[in-house]
């Protein structure tokens, strides 16, 4: 089929890529400005404790060392993601009364070195009263407990319930019911680039924040609020991000300490995070308890599904609020369920905090529903393929209160997967060893929840253009190395028939950028930022076409296009001018006025989850050593439906990229905790697949066009963070008959299950 | 007491005087502004901060400045000199896709080159365990692997052009 796009859909490369291959691209940390001093925060070496006294006269004194604060030389303001409920927001960027996890911020330090700063964490005496600590679901909410915030006395911080149809009359109906519980475990974003963040304070006592985040407006605003000035008044710069996947979602505390420190000192100040600290202390992936009762009728027919899951939370919110709501939502995504029940509870326990990462709630929830499918399958008798073709959600269905699904094609990723791993085949004639799974995914596009309480659009972009024909975009989206600056300008050039080198672009400059953009995550800035900058581009064109046919003294009929760097008639293109021509004549016509438009996108009557829905499907082919317990993953079969592909190598890096962060999740990543203590801190001690690890693998491209997405486009390479560990799961049940129940699966929970069955 | 060393970076001599324990890293970011070469752990495990040391690649953050009198060290910035053709394997990065969030890339880039020294026909399972030390959390190292054996492809072909001229 030839595509009907002339760059979108096309092997651009990507428009930074240069830079970063030359080793020029400036992230944070690489920054440093005159007079700048070294912040370090010293923390909580406990799990709960009352903070008795501060003594910071000794680190004062060292010579070198400009500030150092603690909680009660802040202005003690509460902040959180979910402004839209003041009570869900329960952190102070330095501890005041209390310290809940091993690694809550304490104190903080500038000084002219960072050996200076170093030094000056021991000089800093706090004294604790200890508290009994819990790191436990199931003992964070039994009466008695020790109460985390005085706020919530029960650790249960959100409660959230989903219920549609009947459940109980659905079970009663059906022919096969299975309860099941599943736990999954909690793993680390691993971006490559540690947290940083540098503040400067202008002349006039306005500050300037560069710093290493997926979400410079929030930052903005939570940092204004938490230091008591206008928002006006902060400027958040993203510079190059080294990954985020989630872990760079919410201010945090060292960038609230870089500015207030500058603040105090007038001088600028850094923070940059040690590998140690992320993993001591770094937000991570919400373990979950998930209790799974589903009901089907002898022919596979879904009937009810009654979902609860305990959230362990650690010990604040973060964004966890929404993991809770949405992991709900994912146990209704995929499949069609006419009875659903969901209660979702997130619970403070003395852990560091998990928060928002990569499929946010999805690689848990659907981990559940996707192994809980393979053991109905066998149950009734049915091939897990056909078991899940009979349930898919197609275009047109309505998952009641959330959305109608405008485009899906999961049918054909099913299909696709079968087909190109020779599923039927291999699931009956594999030597014992040897195994085939799958699994697959729905996901959001973008959320239209606003529980951050934004007064403005979701994404804006404003675009100017020149009469030398090329065109400024500015959005205050996010590339944190996803690529999105890439996709944006590829969806401009697109629409304005101009090429990739004659955009400049401005992105994530909370001054400068047009308000607002609610940041990188949720899979929300192809779908939401792509309509912002279609949005303004039309209102480009409007007065371009308007001047072309004023020109040419063109019938009102024509049809005018931006095509190939002119603008012309569609069907008598020698009525047409340059791009630089017509916006000359536009400009000419305005007395001078510069061409200018602004755009926006605001997700409206589409719910209250998202716009749109990704999905796929994968098939794992996997290995398993008898003697061992060791899983080798021989082969990976992916096919997924992105609606129309902007970038065809993004893509498939997101692909390759989720694979390896699935393979992490499935079989080698987690925390090793000793209570509230992170034992292995480091990536020796903390296993991410290498190159050597990552197994051969197909993809696959189902076409669609999702209404709802600028150019039929919407969510690519987060919802396919879940598949991978229930594929690879479902293939070691298929080669050894161990189920695993608590991710992750380990060599020694194989050994395990083969010495039982023996 | 400070140790004064001299040294080759990227074909430029320093002579400085450094502190004996500040490492290689620490050195060429911030007092060369060589911010190209990345520190992702600083404990060696992660290989951002990859460079070359007398032509063999070493992890910046684990060697002591002090040790590097007297060597020659290559950086990214090396690679392509400002404003020059890209090498080889940059250019194949930048084709395949393989720089995402390009934290991890001047490190794969030196591990690379390490690699290409010594063969100019890598099969996929060297050109894996020459990655073997450098972690990448975006791109699942597909595309990086594929632009290694493509740059491989193109610096053998520009050898063989040499050697008929």
Known sequence: MESRFKIVGQDVPRTDAEVKARGKALYTDDMKLPGMLHGQILRSPLAHARIKHIDTRRALGLPGVKAVITGQDTPKIKYGNWRLFPDTQDEYPLAVDKVRFIGDEVAAVAAIDRDTAEEAMELIEVEYEELPAVFDVDLSIKPGAPVIHDYCPTNISVNRKIKYGDVEKGFAESDYVREDIFNTHSVSHAYLEPCSALAQVDLDGRITLWTSTQVPYIVQCLLASTLNMRENDIRVIKPFVGGGFGGKMELRAWEFCAAFLARQTGCPVKFTLTREEEFITGRRRHPMKIYSKVGFRKDGTLVAKDLKIQLDGGAYNAMGPTATFLCGNFGAMLYRYPNYRFHGEHIYTNKPPASAMRGFGAPQSLYATEIQMNMAAEELGIDPIDLRLKNAQVSGDEIPDVATISSSGFIDCIKAVAEMSDWKEKRKSLPAGRGIGIGCYSFISGGVFNWFNTQYPFSAAEVRVFSDGTAHLLTMASDIGQGSDTVLKQILAEELGLKMGDIRMTSADTSMTPQADLGSWGSRVTLMAGNAVIDAAKKIKEPLFGAVSARFNLNVIHDIECVNGRVQSKSRPDYGLTFGEAVAMVQKANRGEPLVARGSYTPRGKGLVTPAFGFGAQVAEVDVDKETGLVEVKHMWTAHDCGTVINPRSVEGQLAGSIQMGLGYALSEQFVMDGGKTLNTNFVDYKMPTASDMPPSELFHVETYEPEGPMGAKEAGEGLASPTAPAISDAVYHATGYRCMDLPITPEKILRNLKKNK | ?165
């Open chain 2, 1 to 165: 007491m400070k140790h004064h060393i001299n040294f080759k970076v990227n074909g430029d001599d320093y002579s400085l005087a450094v502190d004996p324990w500040r490492t290689l890293n620490e050195v060429i970011r911030e007092d060369l502004n060589l911010t190209g070469t990345k520190l992702g752990c600083g404990t060696g495990d992660c290989g951002a901060c990859t460079v070359l040391l007398d032509g063999r690649s070493v992890s910046s953050c684990l060697t002591l400045a002090v040790s590097v009198n007297g060597k020659s060290v290559m950086t990214v910035e090396g690679l392509a000199p400002s404003g020059e053709e890209l090498h080889p394997i940059q250019e194949a990065l930048i084709q395949t896709g393989g720089i995402q969030c390009g934290f991890c890339t001047a490190g794969m880039e030196m591990s690379a080159l390490n690699l290409l020294n010594q063969t100019l026909s890598p099969s996929e399972t060297e050109i894996k365990s020459a990655l073997s030390g450098n972690l990448c959390r975006c791109t699942g190292y597909n595309q990086i692997v594929e632009a290694i054996s493509m740059a491989a492809d193109k610096m053998r072909d520009n050898a063989a052009e040499k050697e008929e001229q």
